[in-house]
């Protein structure tokens, strides 16, 4: 199972239903909301939280109040499922930047990064990829250049998102082989990327995930959109 979904956190609601959907989140999340001084980044970080929820209660046939779940060693999300007489384990990611919010929930590990474009970081490429990462980066040209060092820095970020560490564990010590447009493999792994742009070009998302099946036929049309309204409805 690899279900994927994605939000455009930059939509509006009003005050009270602002304070309707904080209190469908966890209470953790609600602490580091109400932390926030930014007005902005706070009702950013409640969108991304809510959609979060709404994707979870989605993918396990739950209602959004009943979807809770654990940390691990370093701070990955996990959620324990009652579902079909068994319990199993669900493995879920989310990330957001700019303007969007995205998830991916699946039976396996997963990881999933989404960026803003931005103009490529060579020294940053340099320094924490691997020299064939670098090298290929440094094939390309222009706008290209800068979408090949995002393709590879969202895949790097949903690899160790996937494995749950993080930034603790180094970005050259794993190889990525970019295979063709928007499909790659982590070197000598069973792990797979898929890599491809919202929003004519500006957000890179990439996917990472053991099914290879499912990853080569990945594209953006293969995620589900989610819009704010629809969690409202539920609630107003």
Known sequence: MLICYYMNIDETCSFEQMEALHKIIPKERQKKINKLRNQEKAKKQLFS?????????????????????????????EIMYSGKGQRRQIDFNLSHSGSYAVLAVSDKPVGIDVEYIKKNRLAVAERFFCEKEYQDILKAEGAERDGRFLEYWTMKEAYVKRIGKGLHFPLNHFLINRERKGFSSAHQENVYFATFFLEEQKYCVSVCSEYKDEIERFSKDKMHEVKLEQILTLYF
């Not at 809510?50 to 654990?70: C, I, K, N, R, W």
Request: hydrophobic share 40%.
């Open 49 to 77: 939280s809510v959609f979060l929820q709404y994707g979870l209660s989605e993918a396990l046939d739950l209602p959004m109040e009943a979807v809770a779940y654990t940390y691990g060693e370093y701070g990955k999300p």
